[in-house]
């Protein structure tokens, strides 16, 4: 199935689901510290009382469009979902360049990057559709390594999913500190997270005790699951329909075992 075939799939998907079912997106404005930030609140109404919650961080270009499909799927399965703002309100690169300009200076002041994200789970919690006790955090490359700051960081919730995203810190996890189970979906031959980089992730996982899964996709480079990377793996990020499915089928049933 080539990524035309598999975004129509999608998108027939949705359409069937939406005559029985009704997602809603809410602009949520939040702060860390003095900044403004931006999210999304997203539920599907067809699920009543406060149900388990899935917090979502963006790619490095920012919250967008790729992230509100992502959650309107996840709201579809029962979630509540809360599309985390990293960047402020407004700021959103429209270049390659602004975006690992921007990225970088986030993954180069990990406590700014892990107090942003806490924001944005404290914000979830607030809100009654979900239930504060049973929530899990996802994110997309660059939100990949956040979600996995926000586990290192000490966060109370029940696990963190990381598609594609980077696995290094200067600040490695200290035994016994991190509460959230961790999956980590990983392209096989993904050129910006090389295998020495798993590898010390893997002993850093080991060293602190924490309940890890790591789960590597053979073919898959790079953003496997962005439907807009294109489709040649040799510039390092592709689109990949099977470990996009793949990896998606593996979130839910890690899901099953940490939320329901």
């Not at 189970?181 to 096989?188: E, M, N, P, S």
């Not at 699951?225 to 990020?237: C, E, F, L, M």
Request: include cysteine.
């Amino acid at each position: 199935m080539n990524v035309r075939v598999w975004q129509v799939t999608a998108a027939l998907v949705l359409a069937a689901v939406s005559a029985t079912a009704s997602v809603q997106r809410r602009t949520v404005e939040y702060r860390q510290g003095e900044v403004v930030l931006e999210g999304a609140l997203v539920w599907d109404t067809s699920h009543a009382g406060p149900r388990p919650g899935v917090l979502v961080v963006h790619q490095w270009r920012g919250l967008g469009d790729y992230e509100h499909k992502r959650a309107e799927m996840l709201a579809r399965l029962g979630y509540a979902v809360f599309c985390a703002d990293i960047y402020g309100k407004g700021v959103r690169p429209g270049t390659p360049q602004e975006a690992a300009q921007l990225s970088g200076t986030y993954k180069e002041d990990r406590p700014l990057l892990q107090a942003r994200v806490r924001a944005a789970l404290d914000e979830f919690r607030r809100h009654a559709v979900v239930d504060p006790t049973r929530i899990a955090a996802i994110g997309y490359c660059f939100g990949g390594t956040t979600v996995l700051e926000l586990a290192r960081s000490g966060a109370v919730l029940r696990g963190v999913v990381s598609f594609h995203g980077g696995l290094g810190t200067p600040n490695p996890a200290e035994r016994g500190r991190v509460a959230a189970r961790v999956l980590v979906l990983h392209g096989a031959d993904d050129p910006f997270v090389p295998p020495a980089e798993v590898s010390a992730f893997e002993e850093e996982m080991r060293k602190a005790g924490v309940d890890w899964q790591l789960v590597s996709y053979g073919g898959a480079v790079h953003s496997f699951t962005d439907w807009n990377a294109g489709s040649d793996p040799t510039r390092g990020a592709a689109y990949e329909e099977k470990a996009d499915r793949r990896s998606w089928e593996a979130m839910k049933v890690f899901f099953d075992e940490i939320l329901k």
